[in-house]
């Protein structure tokens, strides 16, 4: 076996982790109403609290609440 050792990689940040470093106001955009589900779930495993509105183009804003 040979490995090729690699600096400079950046690791991926979780979802829960992203979720953990919003500030309350903060917001952002997804597009489908399946991806509102798994963010519910998200936020209710690290103890926040989201507010989810359908905009007029379809896609869904999510605001951290607290």
Known sequence: MNWEIEED???NI???TKIR??????SFIVDTFDEVRVLRTLFNRVNRRC???KQKDGNY???CVE
């Open 51 to 53: 507010s989810i509105k």
């Open 14 to 16: 979780s979802k829960t």
């Open 9 to 11: 990689v950046p690791m």
């Open 61 to 63: 804003r999510c605001w």
């Open 21 to 26: 470093n919003l500030k309350v106001g903060e």
